[in-house]
């Protein structure tokens, strides 16, 4: 099942229904408990919750104001996405969004690695947007004590893979804001998703929307 919700922060316009210049779909990518939905909802909704894994995909949509424009943002958590037995959906997942942003553990190495030999693969072979918009997110930098990542590691992928690169904590929220502001602000200075992102275009976010099935959808790790 796919879910819908808007919130506020301090880059929210706080008002729904409120006409916007630009439509936008982020997709979150990356290992199963790396917090991907956490910082979704640290994001959204100004806290942060010990989530179980997301079964499928789920979404929010927030309203912001940022660069002098209103803009919508459909936020996609592939949670268990990238299990074989939810290949087929993949695609569609990946289709349109103009800014993916990959999500690793500092604490746990595998989540780091996995980036470049699952995810970064999937991407190519998915994405339907060659200027998309790539973000390196190291998540859980509270647990400072047991990191295993330096930050000069995620620095030299970062900029081997042509990402931006941030590192945030969804449970104290440090770059949390951020992370989301340089991916949207970048976007911004892209012509071409730009362009795709016009409220003058028609766009359906639900168009891809994957067909509910008997396992219930939680938000997630």
């Known amino acids: 099942m796919v879910k819908a919700t808007s919130s506020s922060s301090s880059m929210d316009l706080g008002v729904r229904g ?3 210049d630009y439509l936008f779909k982020l997709l979150f990518v990356g290992d199963s408990g790396v917090g991907k939905s956490s910082l ?16 499928g995909v789920d979404f929010k949509v927030k309203l912001v104001g940022l660069g002098g424009k209103k803009l919508k943002l459909s936020i996609w958590d592939t949670g268990k996405a990238g299990q074989e037995r ?12 103009q800014g993916i942003i990959m999500v690793y553990d500092v ?5 780091f690695t996995n980036l470049a030999d699952i995810w ?5 072979l998915y994405s339907t947007n060659k200027d998309c918009i790539k973000m390196l997110v190291g998540n859980k930098v509270d647990k400072e004590s047991e990191r295993v990542v330096t930050r000069k ?12 690169f941030i590192e945030c ?13 340089e991916l949207v602000l970048k976007i911004l200075d892209t012509p071409s998703l730009l362009a795709e992102g ?12 994957p067909p509910e099935t008997s396992e219930a959808s939680s938000t997630c790790c």
């Open 153 to 164: 590691e995620a620095m030299d992928f970062a900029r081997e893979y042509g990402c931006l």
């Open 198 to 209: 016009s409220s003058g275009v028609k766009v359906n976010i639900f168009k891809n929307k």
């Open 40 to 55: 979704l909802l640290s994001f959204t909704s100004d806290t942060f919750e010990h989530l179980s894994p997301t079964i």
């Open 18 to 20: 409120v006409e916007f």
């Open 120 to 124: 970064g693969k999937e991407i190519d």
């Open 86 to 97: 939810f290949r087929t959906l993949t695609s569609s997942y990946y289709r349109g969004a």
């Open 169 to 181: 904590s969804a449970k104290t929220r440090v770059n949390v804001e951020q992370c989301f502001e």
């Open 107 to 111: 604490t746990r190495r595998e989540t």
